[in-house]
């Protein structure tokens, strides 16, 4: 297949996903053309079978709002047509979904009879924050019923959209994925602990954008309670809005020292392998895709109990769960935990067996195939 896929290129859970599935698709032989601002980030290098198409945004003063989605929709009409796109594969509703639907109309006349399908898979704050905004929701509630396919990354995403949006169509739920073989502790990866910690240190690690909703200060809260009882260290990766209140609570509290902030990163999986346990203390997580990443290597992930994360974490088998800003009892977990040596192996081999064996991209993916199959034969 010829897949169009366009998603927010930069940091975030959605883009990241998008990308590994088209690296996925790509090596499986589909045709995949990447259409986005800028080089999505997990795309690092020229691979066969994967093209990019950057969306340029001209500016005239007049336009205080340079219109991207406009650009983008032409661009996905382009690229659609000069390459005989068999689909088009948004991620993230905002404003992906209604771009598509743009090149989808203007591409109409000219594929006669077979129209352009697309396909949008919801993420997160699609839907729960951005969408759910009044001025956002009827044309995001629109461009879904009006995409040729839906998918969300949990059960509880494709819950809420129906809820909250009362939308008609189906929505396929999905879930997000891992490539285990790339998510791996491998003894070379290994080697490069003392970087971060000594032997008799354990390491905590904290992955995410760093906005509000992460709660990247309760990171801090739990692992100053942490390392009062368990010689330890943190280590937070990824950047955002709330980082310096972050690093000005680990200054206040003198644990600045025993925290390093390793800012936005290429090869996540060299750096999450090194440590023990994963704090993900988010307000919510429609998925929780830091945490999957996190139990393919064998890194025990605390997280809260929200969302889509029950989905992805089964609690006292592959990691933990607590309430939102209970950061006593995730504080708690983490140190039982952490000073026990045999039950911290155990559950980092469960945390990975459960990524391998619902989560792996080569259980996904395919999965993914037969959904545009689904969509193209419905089209046709
Ligand atoms: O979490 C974010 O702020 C980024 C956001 C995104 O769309 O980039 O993440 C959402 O999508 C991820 C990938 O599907 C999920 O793993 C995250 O749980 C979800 N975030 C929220 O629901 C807050």
Known sequence: MKIGITCYPTYGGSGVV???????????????HFITYSQPFRLREAQPNINFHEVEVSSYPLFEYPPYDLALATRMAEVAQIYSLDLLHVHYAIPHSVSAMLAKQMLAKARNPHKL???????????????ADRSYLPITRFSIEE??????ISKYLRDRTYKEF???????????????????????????????????????VHLSNFRPV????????????VQKQVPSRLMLIGDGPDRSQAEW?????????????????????????????MLLPSELESFGLAALEAMACEVVPIATRVGGIPEV???GISGYMADVRDVATMARCAVELLSDSDRLKQMGLQAR???????????????????YRKVLERAS
Not at 117 to 131: M, Q, R, S
Not at 353 to 371: G, L, M, Q, V
């Open 18 to 32: 998008a990308t590994e599935l088209g690296i996925e698709l790509a090596q499986r032989g589909h045709e995949v």
């Open 117 to 131: 399908p697309f396909v949008t898979t919801l993420h997160g704050t699609d839907i729960t924050l951005v969408g």
């Open 147 to 152: 995409s040729d396919g839906v998918t969300a």
């Open 166 to 204: 009362n939308v008609r169509n189906e929505i396929d739920v999905i879930y997000n994925f891992v490539n285990c073989d790339v998510y791996h502790r491998t003894p070379e990866i290994m080697a490069k602990r003392s970087e971060f910690a000594s032997d008799d240190e354990r390491l905590l």
């Open 214 to 225: 992460k709660r990247v200060c309760d990171v801090i809260e739990i692992f100053d309670r």
């Open 249 to 277: 609570l680990a200054v206040e509290k003198g644990i600045h020292e025993r925290v390093i902030f390793l800012g936005k990163q290429d090869l996540v999986h060299e750096k999450l392998a090194l440590a023990d346990v």
């Open 313 to 315: 974490i089964e609690h």
């Open 353 to 371: 067996n459960a990524a391998r064996a619902r989560f792996c991209a080569s259980k996904i993916i395919p999965t993914y195939e037969d959904f």
